[in-house]
């Protein structure tokens, strides 16, 4: 059994920051697609950022380009992101997600996603 853990969140103010952890176990594979995504009341499930824990380059919304920065621990299967220059629009429930194996053709796609944490709240205040 997939498990998905968030820690970190909270609040903070427009300009700052807040770092977001996951850990996640029992995926089938050593290397494995790790993201966070994001979501407010009455919309979709949005894409923030995704990893894969093998290599390469990590996903970004363009709305977070040069503002959060993913990480992720490939032994451990955990991931990181470090929010900066915090926005209010960045206000939201982020989940972390877990997917054994690559990230697929469309990483940023919630649907392509089964393993998912409970969820963790950020609101930025202007």
């Known amino acids: 059994e997939v498990q998905v853990m968030e820690t970190g969140g909270g609040s903070g103010q427009a300009g700052g920051s807040l770092r977001l952890s996951c850990a996640a176990s029992g995926l089938r594979y050593t290397t494995n697609c790790l993201g966070w995504f994001r979501q407010i009341p009455g919309q979709e499930r949005e894409g923030v950022a995704v990893?894969?824990?093998?290599?390469?380059?990590?996903y970004y919304a363009d709305s977070v380009k040069g503002r959060f920065t993913i990480s992720a621990d490939r032994a451990k299967n955990e991931v990181h992101l470090q929010m900066d220059s915090l926005k209010p629009e960045d206000t939201g429930v982020y989940f972390c997600a877990a997917m054994s194996g690559g990230c697929g053709w469309s990483p940023l796609d919630s649907h392509n996603f089964k393993n998912w944490g409970q969820g963790t709240p950020v609101t930025v205040s202007s």
């Open positions: 990893i894969y824990t093998g290599g390469g380059d990590p």
